[in-house]
């Protein structure tokens, strides 16, 4: 019913804005790129008919009038940043996906009872500002307006500075009270190696892992590489490597289903013949059971202190993000399972290894989520890519499940 | 006999030329910061009645002439370049204890049989522009001119173009052949802890260690953090940090006299939620026995090889830089332990820990060092410090050996 090749040119039109040398985008939040790939999406929901609201946090949202405007919209979206290596489809295909939903709701004349939404979340990737999924987090109330503003990136400036500088600091309230969703579903790319291995086109998204993020810092004593002596070090990177060597034991210790990564992380000075006075890094955990990752949490804080100690660095260690896994409301994953059937694909269920903004939704309004595949697992890479036929696929379900919560 | 004041005052007013917040000094080679630094040393020496030649490296030679002008001239000298977060000792004393020393000879009307000079070799820190020495390198026939100018800084500009920036790119040849040296002394901070620890107020210099020099590029694939499992991992950033913790091992397995670092790291893309693509890391490796250094060098490869290995990581590792241990010649070590017999002073024998302009020196002249303590043994690092009477005790017989030197 949705038009695949429409969806599929849409997307390679906007993966121009950010191109990057091996395929992939760089479209960090709030930056020049993000605001050019934001007017493209907000110039094609007008052509399509819709009204657009910005809020203060930069979420846009496009909107196809329903028969009874006013009941709560049915919302469909995702986020149009990237990692700094990113894809052309993590993001970007959810939103896309939403608008192919519209423009084939106009190809069909079709009213349905709700309205219809399309939202573009800030900063979900949480790279350029840490944590992810901040704006959404905002809209569903887990955050406050000023910790979403205020995020900072390496530089120092803050969201509420670049959403002012790009244009995108909208009037309305960020917040699901100003604005009640009456579903919301989100397509994404799997962003893991699952549905390929079992060559499966669909994942029903019943649930999403737990996240734990941190911040540590190590403190130590800058010191000559040459004339100080092995045992007079306080060699703060020595420090941060034995952690990363820890997180990944305490990674496997809880495979398959644990992740643990160090993904950051910089020296300072960094200079060759200096020993590190210094080093910033991050840790991420996640696990489907909080229990787990309660424990995961134990297990780091007792290595990062024993390497501290046994080094003798200062540590800073901070958890910056945390939340909980996700269970996945009833009837929307029932309507994600009746549009797979409905279109007749293959499927399984999923947890979601990521965070998605559909995480943070579910928590104000009922949600669901479905994956596709993307080639070999690969995502947050610029290499990231799938296949057209399961991109139209997953729209195709998008589409159904939207429909039923709309007409409900 | 010199004017131990007169030093000092000038060694603090050159670290107000890059001061940091914490006392230190941040004049990276070839920055404007070190331009100003050469502008300030070349108007002393003018006012000190000295003639000034810069060579193609920017090696800077201020004269006070000889009673015989033919005869090679007796040069001391260091470097005024500093580390990101240097001090204010490293270098600039050994630059300006020879300005002190010109200045002494004209209160007394001295004349010396050969000409007395004060050198300032282009980037010794290694650190803006690796390797270390680069310009006393070239100076002594080690490396080509071309390749000198063409050393790369991050950013990618190159020791000829910043050169030619800050307008320190002189006419003369930067070799020992167009310039021989009669004999080289260098006075320095010891830049480590045993002079203080025993109480001594100047080490007389026979020996630096080797060093070998390394930059290694792991590459794995780089992967969301959340949906991908442990066991589908190639974490660059893991096996950077396994290979940190064996140079560790191996710096510790052949001490007390070895020094292993890592210094710098960069990964890439450093985004909190992604696995690790790509790190860069450089190793430091540091022994008095050449054949001890060879051994630490088996050893590492070995490692970087198992651990590459062990997580699937493509590894490139060069040598970039390498020296051996430095026997300084016995008449300019004599001097300098005659020259501590005249002052009285405290002493014992050192092997240098760091590599300084005058081991390179040694290889096209009669070369030899004079270090006095520097507190806690901390060099590279802001809070370097040393006592005035330290820094006047090691211009004393910095003066003492030059002028045995420069009228035998
Ligand atoms: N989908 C996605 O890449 N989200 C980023 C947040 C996370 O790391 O889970
Ligand atoms: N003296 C000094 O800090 N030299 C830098 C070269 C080295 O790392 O040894």
Redesign the interface.
């Known amino acids: 019913k949705i038009n695949g090749e429409r969806l599929w040119d849409s997307l390679m039109e906007m993966a121009k804005i950010g191109a990057t040398p091996k395929g992939g985008v760089c479209r960090l939040a709030l930056t020049d790129l993000d605001k050019q790939g934001r007017d493209l999406f907000v110039q094609w929901c007008k052509d399509a008919g819709c009204t657009i609201r910005v809020d203060k946090m930069g979420n846009i949202f496009a909107r196809r009038e329903g028969r009874n405007p006013a009941l709560p919209p049915i919302v469909t979206g995702s986020h149009l940043d990237s ?3 990113g894809g052309r489809f993590d993001g970007v295909y959810g939103v896309l996906a939403g608008l192919e939903v519209i423009r084939t709701l106009n190809d069909l004349n079709y009213e349905t009872e709700a309205p219809v939404e399309v939202a573009v979340w800030t900063n979900e ?3 350029r500002f ?1 944590p ?1 999924m901040v704006s959404s987090g905002v809209f569903a109330g887990v955050f406050d307006l000023d910790y979403g503003l205020s995020r900072k990136d390496q530089d120092g400036r803050t969201m509420g500075e670049e959403l002012e500088r790009i244009g995108y600091s909208g009037p309305d309230d960020a917040s699901h009270a100003a604005h009640p969703v009456g579903a919301y579903f989100e397509a994404h790319i ?4 699952i549905l390929e291995a079992e060559d499966k086109t669909i994942g029903v998204v019943t649930d999403a ?1 737990g ?1 734990r ?1 941190y911040e540590v810092t190590f403190t130590g ?12 070090r306080k ?1 703060a ?2 420090g ?3 952690v ?2 820890a997180v ?1 034991r305490i ?2 210790k809880h ?2 289903t ?20 210094n080093v910033f890094f ?1 840790i ?1 955990f ?1 696990h489907p059971s909080d229990d787990v990752l309660a424990e995961m949490d134990r297990e780091m804080r007792a290595e990062v202190d024993r390497i501290a100690a046994e080094i003798g660095l200062d540590c800073q260690l901070e958890q910056i993000f945390y939340y909980k896994p996700v269970k996945f409301e009833e009837s929307c994953v029932a309507a994600v399972r009746k549009g797979v059937e409905e279109g007749g694909f293959s499927v399984r269920d999923m947890v ?4 998605h903004d559909a995480c943070y939704l579910a928590r104000v309004a009922p949600a669901g989520m479905i994956f596709v595949p993307c080639i070999d ?6 290499v990231e890519d799938a296949k057209p036929e399961w991109i139209a696929a997953g729209c195709e379900v998008l589409l159904h499940a939207m429909l039923q919560k709309a007409n409900e």
């Open positions: 990692q700094p290596t990737e949480g790279s840490a992810a799997e962003q893991g190696p892992q996240q993020w004593v800058e010191s000559h590489a040459g004339p100080t002596p092995m045992n007079r060699d990177l020595l941060a490597a034995r990363v060597d990944n990674g496997l495979a398959p644990a992740c643990a990564t160090v993904g950051m992380m910089t020296v300072y000075p960094n200079s060759r013949n200096v020993i590190p006075g991050t991420d996640r979601s290894g990521a965070g697992g690969i995502s947050h890479n610029e």
